[in-house]
């Protein structure tokens, strides 16, 4: 499986911090390699979080998001002991499901 | 006589040995693997900037150097969330790359609970040691760092 | 056939299976707008997207360095206070694709988003957002001192 992404999540006055660091090498397919050939694209395309049940955020990458992508949102209706729960599909299919407790 | 020789040779390699052993626990430096370099911050936001800069002038040189910053003190404050330097640019970008190219940001907790500064808020790409001080002599005594103090 | 391969074989059977009998909607096992992420314009991407234009609004907030060293990672951090708003998407004019990401904010979520996006040159950068069905959007120019698309 890929490296895990770090995902912490804080709740405060009733709405939910959420920051993401993940882990992936976001190739453009712009570059070139050392013999001149282009290196072919590698990116997360979807990411997805949940909790309780619920998805409370959607994301679409493509490849000009930076490499080791942060992402941070927030939402309402989660409490602290609640775990959310994101997911990221690269587009090789490789996927990556990482959780954290609101805190 | 003999039994004296006897003991003597066996003291003598029994030193022979230890030598060996402790040549092969901290890696000879020059003689392959890669060189490891742990830099202390623990002045302050001005120290951080110019350290952004000597870390990326570091990996242009030696890209197979091993880095990690240690964070104590006032070092810990550019990697609290939000932080801004003299030019109000914020740190996100430059230890995001950094991290991006293998360098480690350890923060001292000891310095965070002194300070009241909340680990979660800390930059993502931050990690959180027991003590930053203990954290630089370790990295040199076990594991064969040198130091560096930008 | 290597591991790997089998196991987006089976994936896309299963999800393909799943749309067809409509147990997952199409839309999720489509999740990835490729029209809008090859799209080469602002105006092209807006389409793709499913608008016919783009309204600027003040009640976007864009929160972006003015100048950034390392095109390589731009911080960027977008606020609607637009009423209804349910969709966000960054888009750097001059990359070779002019979307670089783009957000769905469900009921409950607040409508912000903070990520951070590559550059090739100074350009200027997009906040675009849906509210109430209709695409507003603010900007501002973000120069680049050292490109970071690579080639």
Redesign the interface.
Known sequence: MADPM?V?A?ENGG?VDV???MKHE?E?G???DAAGKLIPAWHI??VTAQCKG????????????????????????GAKGDKVTVTW?D???DKRTDEATI? | MRRAFIRASAALAAIGLTAKAAAQAAPAAGKGGRVRVVYQLSEGIDQAVRAMANLRNHLNAAPDTKIVVVAFGYGVDFLVEGARDARGNTFDAAVSALSSAGVEFRACHNTLVARKIPEDKLLMEAKVVPAGVVEIARLQFEDGYAYLKP | MNSKRREVLRVTAVLSLMAATGLIGEAQAAEWNKAAFDGKSVSDVIKALGGSGTEKSNAIVFNAPDIAENGAVVPVAVTSNLPDTEQIAILVEKNPNTLAADFTIPAGTEPFVSTRVKMGQTSIVYAAVKAGGKWYVASKEIKVTLGGCGG
Do not use: C, W, Y
Not at chain 1, 55 to 70: C, I, L, N, T, W
């Open positions: 770090r912490r804080t709405v920051k993401i660091l976001m453009t712009q570059r070139k395309q979807t619920k998805e409370v955020f959607r994301a679409q990458f493509g490849p000009a998001v930076s490499k080791d992508p942060f992402l941070s949102f927030k939402f309402k209706g599909v587009n090789h299919g805190a």
